[in-house]
Each structure stands twice: as structure tokens, then as C-alpha cells.
């Protein structure tokens, strides 16, 4: 697994942050007192949670220890894991009232198991809560899959890829767990997002599905190089608005599942 830093991460934290908010304030069960935040990163989705139910029993886990160090640092009393979410679900005794989960499961493979999988992890009366990247076809994310593929990149990519996020479209997810859940909410949302220009596009992603490609690539001079590259091939799709900047789209899905 590719390594997070949290400072690039935490660079557009204000706007990253909105999906939670939104997938946090949907969430309707009438009792929170444990919650679990799978993928917590630096803490920001879980000071989410703690601002809606501030009477809650909080977990963060996540596996990067840069990001569990930022999230201790920043809130030194919180209940803070480093671990994987797969070994997680290992302990079949970890049961909370709200399972939560705020752009991270993007990142965990075979979502056909992990779904039904985390819900187990439910108590009665609780729910499911998951946000994730919904545009895996989109410009940003074809074309760094289209450099990895390339002749010109393949020494570093001897797979023709790197290890990246990836999500389904809504009904897969329905099909999943309507079946196990009392109710069901799903939906997407395509936040736009002015931006400067195509620049700060890629530096809003190097900080998030970027970063398998630049590990990847073990010498600095040709990461630049792979960068002015994606630039070059993302900067027509992103044309000046009339008003200047440029719009850059983010599609999510949103899942409410409640046991
Ligand atoms: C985009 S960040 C989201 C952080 C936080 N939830 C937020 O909303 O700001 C994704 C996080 O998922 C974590 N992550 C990815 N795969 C993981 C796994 N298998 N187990 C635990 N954490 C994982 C990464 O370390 C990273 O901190």
C-alpha cells in the first residue's frame, strides 16, 4: 500500500471535507453511543463525527502510522489504531452502533465481500455509512492508468499499473446490501469545485490517487516528468472559464445501510 503525508493530504481539507459532512448528516439512527472510523487518516472525518454525537464512544483505525501520529497529535485523548480495516473485520466481537466510513474503502479490494462483511459489524439499530469516489472513468483518473500502460512508462510499471483505488457504480452496492438491511439509502453527489487551473488539479490529487504512481516511480527527476506529462494530457479537459479558474468535478457515492 502506497504511503499517505499528511501535509499534502491536508491541503485541501475544507474541501475534502464536505462529503463527510454530508454522508454524516444524513445518518438517522436514534442511538450513536459507539461509532468505529474505518480509514479515520489524519482525524478530520472523525472530528465530523465527534460534532454530531458528541456523547459517542469514538474508534479511528487506520494503517498508515503518519496518519494515526497526526490524528494522536491533533487530539491526544482520542481512541486512535493503526491497523488495517481487513484485519478489523477479523474480530467478529467488534460490534458498534454506527460503522463509518469517509473515503477510504476505495482503497480496500473485493468490495463483494467487504460490504456484507462490514455490516455485520452493526449492531441492531445502527448503520452503515460509507462515502467514496464514484468516477474511476473520468480524466483524472484515466490518465495516469494510460501513462503506467505506456511503453514509455512500463519500466516502472512492470504490471502496466499501479496499485490503485477503485469503486463501483451505485446499483452494485444496492445489490449488495439490500438484501441484509432494513432500509437503504444510496446516492451520488458531483461536487464542482473552481479551481485555479489544471496545476492545482494535480496537486489536489497528488495527495490522494497520484500517490501509487509516484511510489512507484523511484527517482525524482522522472516523477516531474510523469507529473508535467499528466498535466499536459489532463490541461485541455479543463478549459479557462470565462471568469477565469477552471471546474474540477468530483463524483461520490453515498451509502446508508441500517440493520
Ligand atoms: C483519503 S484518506 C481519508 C481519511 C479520512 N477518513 C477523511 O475523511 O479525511 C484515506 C485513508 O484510508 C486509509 N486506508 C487505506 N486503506 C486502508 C486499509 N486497508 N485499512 C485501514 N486504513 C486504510 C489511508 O491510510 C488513508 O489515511
New binding site residues.
Partial sequence: ?A??NPKQ?LQF?DL??RP?HDLANRVGIPHAGRIV??????????E?LAARWPDASITG????PA?IDAARSASPNGDWRA??????LASPDERYDLVF?????Q??GNHARLFPALFAHVEPGGALAV?MPCNYHTHQNRIPRELAASPKWRRWFPEGRAQEWFSYEPDFYYDLLAPLASRLDIWTSEYLQPMADAEAIVDWYK??GLRPYLEAIGDDAERRRFLSEYLARLRPHYPARASGGVLFAFRRVFIVAYH
Fill in positions: 500500500m504511503s499517505w493530504y481539507a475534502r471535507s463527510c472510523d474505518l480509514g479515520c487518516g489524519t482525524g478530520n472525518s472523525t465530523v483505525i487506520d494503517s498508515s496518519m491497523g488495517n480495516i481487513e484485519d478489523w466510513s469517509n473515503a477510504a474503502l482503497w480496500v462515502q495527495g490522494t
